[in-house]
C-alpha cells in the first residue's frame, strides 16, 4: 500500500512544540473524569484506537493545533506505540467496558492523570517540512472549492476526539501548494529527531466481546484497517489490494462511511471499495427499516456520483456482521443477480483467541 497521509491533533500550540522537542506526535485514552460518564469516554478512546491503526512507518503526518495552523510535513518512523507502563484496563488491545477487567467494573479504583500513553515517533519530512503553518482555514476552502474531500465538514469545529484524521494522498500537492505559499517557497533546515520507542508496544485494537460479539463496532473498523495497512493476504483477497484506505471518511454532509478505499489501476482507473461494518447480525429479508445493505448502498452510489465518474461498475459494496442467515444471504443473491453484478457482498466477522476471521458469504 502507498504511504498515507494523516492529520494529527495538538490541543494547543504548547502541546505542538512538544511533539516537535520529544520527536513523536501523541495522545492518550479519555480517562472518565467520574463514574457517570465512562460509557461515552470508553467508546471515544475505542474510536480513537481505531485512527491510530491507520497510521504505519513511512506515512506522512501532519499536526493541526485546534483552532490555530496545520504544520508539516513529517514523516512516521513507526507506527503508533503504546506505553509499556499504560495500565491495564486503558492498554488499547485489551480496552473492554462490560467484560471483567473493563470500565465498567473500576469502582473505587483512582483513574490515572491524564498522559500520552500512545506515541507515534517523527521526524521532518525531506523537502516537504516547512516552518510557517498553513491556516485551517485556508485547507477547508479547499474543500469548499472541491479540491479536498477527505476533509470533514466538522473540521472547522473542535472535534477532540478525533485525534487522527485521514488525508487522500492525492491532495498531498494541494496542500503543499499553500505551505510553498506561506513560506514563500523555502523549507526548514530544522532537524527533528525520531524519539526512541524501542521498548514500546504496537497499537492493537481491542477485540474483547460480549455475548460472542464484539462490544463495539469501532473496534472492527480498527481490525479491519489494520489488516488491510499490514497487507494481511486472506483481508485482500476479500476487499482487494488497496492504494488508499480510512475509516470514518465523509460522504454526504456529517455522514461517514465507515471504511472507504481504493485501488489505482493507473492514473486514471480506479477501483473503489466502501464497508459498512455492523457488531450485530442480521436475519429476513433485506430493505427493512436500517438495514445495513440499504446503508452501504447510498454510500455506494454517492460514490458512483462523487468519486467514480458515474461508473456503477468501479464501486464494490461490503457489509460485514457477525452473521447472516439464510434468507438474508438469499435476498441479496436476488438483488446481485437482478443487476447481473454484485452489487452488495457480505461478510462475516469470527473472533477466536483474540484473532479476527473474515468470510464471504455471498458467492
Not at 493545533?65 to 509499556?84: H, K, Q
Not at 464497508?275 to 448502498?297: H, T
Not at 436476488?334 to 455471498?362: D, P, Q, S, W
Amino acid at each position: 500500500m502507498e504511504p498515507q497521509v494523516h492529520l494529527v491533533t495538538a490541543q494547543d500550540f504548547d502541546t505542538f512544540q512538544e511533539m516537535l522537542d520529544r520527536g513523536k506526535v501523541f495522545c492518550g485514552p479519555i480517562v472518565p473524569t467520574k463514574n457517570t460518564n465512562r460509557s461515552q469516554r470508553w467508546k471515544s478512546t475505542v474510536d480513537m484506537v481505531a485512527d491510530l491503526c491507520r497510521v504505519k512507518e513511512g506515512d506522512i503526518i501532519f499536526v493541526q493545533v485546534i483552532g490555530g495552523n496545520i504544520y508539516g510535513a513529517f514523516r512516521a518512523t513507526t507506527s503508533f506505540m503504546e506505553n509499556p507502563d499504560i495500565p491495564d484496563c486503558y492498554r488499547a488491545s485489551t480496552l473492554s467496558y462490560y467484560p471483567e477487567g473493563g470500565w465498567y467494573h473500576t469502582d473505587g479504583e483512582k483513574f490515572p492523570d491524564g498522559d500520552y500513553y500512545w506515541s507515534c515517533a517523527i521526524e521532518n519530512f525531506p523537502e516537504l517540512y516547512f516552518e510557517k503553518g498553513i491556516s485551517h482555514r485556508d485547507l477547508f476552502d479547499l474543500k469548499f472549492r472541491g479540491v479536498v474531500w477527505t476533509i470533514p465538514e466538522r473540521f472547522k469545529y473542535n472535534d477532540k476526539a478525533k485525534t487522527v484524521k485521514p488525508l487522500d494522498i492525492a491532495e498531498l500537492s494541494s496542500i503543499l501548494k499553500l505551505f510553498q505559499r506561506d513560506n514563500r517557497g523555502m523549507t526548514s533546515n530544522r532537524i527533528i529527531e525520531p524519539c526512541d520507542l524501542e521498548n514500546w508496544d504496537f497499537v492493537f485494537p481491542s477485540l474483547s466481546t460480549w455475548y460472542d460479539m464484539l462490544e463495539n463496532e469501532k473496534q472492527l473498523e480498527g481490525a479491519i484497517i489494520k489488516l488491510l495497512r499490514d497487507g494481511h493476504p486472506e483481508t485482500q483477497q476479500i476487499f482487494g489490494e488497496l492504494s488508499f484506505v480510512a475509516n470514518a471518511i465523509p460522504s454526504f454532509y456529517l455522514d461517514f462511511m465507515d471504511i472507504y478505499g481504493y485501488q489505482r489501476r493507473n492514473e486514471n482507473i480506479f477501483r473503489h471499495v466502501v464497508i459498512e461494518l455492523k457488531k450485530d447480525g442480521y436475519e429476513g429479508q433485506i430493505g427493512f427499516s436500517g438495514c445495513p445493505v440499504n446503508q452501504v448502498l447510498r454510500y455506494r452510489d454517492w460514490i458512483v456520483q462523487n468519486r467514480a465518474k458515474g461508473d456503477v461498475r468501479a464501486v464494490d459494496s461490503f457489509v460485514v456482521a457477525k452473521f447472516f442467515d439464510q434468507e438474508y444471504i438469499d435476498s441479496t443473491e436476488i438483488l446481485n443477480n437482478a443487476f447481473g453484478y454484485k452489487v452488495a457482498r457480505l461478510v462475516e466477522y469470527e473472533v477466536e483467541n483474540n484473532t479476527l476471521t473474515l468470510e464471504e458469504v455471498t458467492t
